[in-house]
């Protein structure tokens, strides 16, 4: 079954609300949503790829100072024809095209107070049908399919699905981990169990929780009782494991393709460095890198 096969078109909702303490001082009046990655910002990245898996309805859960997020999918007419007089149709096309990615509304979080507080607020919003959730610093290939395949197996089993990525075990420690029964499928799990930031030792297994979610409208009551946790946010990873607890069927997709985390420097730098070597119109910037990591190489002999 793919996504069209669905009797709705599925919305997101992408949280950005968040404060982005590990880039200060670059994001104290920049989101890092709106950060390049080379030509285009990390956020377009995550609505092209919710608009490949055709999702049209994309709500922004932004903050103070992250309008500048919304504008950029607005057109810009006097932009437009400036380009438009110097016959330069190549970024004409570039700037018009976000505008065409999806619908994009938004809401404002008065306080960042964790993943499940900001998913709250798009109850209204998406009513009572499934939704996607996806977080806004983290991208995938969209010719992996990723959202699309999450789409059409949660319209298969119902209740909720995540995105799982296998990690090494000293990692578990910073994300959501689930504890898993395998399927018929060697790439859909079971879940069995979700914690948030376990110890290490104590982590069911090393099936980490991305920033890729597919939700029944009852996660919002769940949310409602779910009480704050580490660092006395309310933890989309406790109010999913609430649902579990009470019968709601979960599963996993585990993804092997390509995940790009900007979500802090040592990653995006990585995000764009990957993404530069794969682009024929950066050829220069290629044999530079080479030519560097060669030279830093000899040198450290």
């Not at 504008?71 to 976000?98: N, V």
């Not at 802090?264 to 950066?282: H, K, S």
Request: hydrophobic letters at 45%; one cysteine or more.
């Amino acid at each position: 079954m793919s996504a069209a096969d669905t009797t709705f078109r599925i919305k997101a909702v992408i949280p950005a609300a968040g404060i982005a303490t590990r880039f200060l001082p670059a994001t104290k009046a920049v989101p890092k949503e709106l950060f390049p990655v080379i030509d285009r910002p990390v956020l377009q990245y995550v609505v092209e790829e919710a608009a490949a898996a055709d999702i049209r309805d994309i709500l922004l859960v932004t903050g103070r100072g992250k309008t500048s997020m919304v504008d950029h999918f607005d057109r810009r007419p006097d932009l437009e024809q400036r380009l438009i007089d110097r016959g330069d149709t190549a970024r004409l096309s570039a700037i018009m095209e976000p505008a065409d990615l999806a619908e994009i509304y938004t809401c404002r979080q008065a306080e960042p107070l964790g993943l499940g507080h900001a998913v709250s607020y798009a109850e209204s919003h998406v009513g009572g049908e499934p939704f996607a959730v996806l977080l806004a610093d983290e991208f995938t290939a969209p010719e992996d399919g990723l959202l699309a395949r999450m789409i059409a197996l949660q319209a298969q089993t119902g209740g909720i699905v995540l995105a799982l990525l296998e990690v090494p075990r000293d990692q578990v420690n910073r994300y959501g981990v689930a504890a898993i029964e395998h399927t018929d499928e060697p790439d859909v799990v079971k879940v069995t169990k979700l914690i948030e930031k376990p110890e290490i030792n104590d982590a069911p297994s090393n099936l980490i929780l991305i920033g890729r979610y597919i939700l029944p409208s009852a996660i919002f009551d769940a949310i409602r009782v779910t009480e704050p946790g580490k660092g006395g946010e309310i933890q989309l990873t406790d109010a999913m494991a609430g649902l579990l607890a009470n019968g709601t069927p979960v599963h996993g997709i585990v993804f092997r393709g390509t995940r790009h985390d900007t979500g802090e420097p040592g990653g995006y730098l990585r995000t764009i460095i990957e993404l530069a070597m794969r682009r024929d119109d950066l050829a220069s910037f290629k044999d530079w890198l080479t030519a560097f990591v060669a030279e830093r190489n000899e040198s450290q002999v």
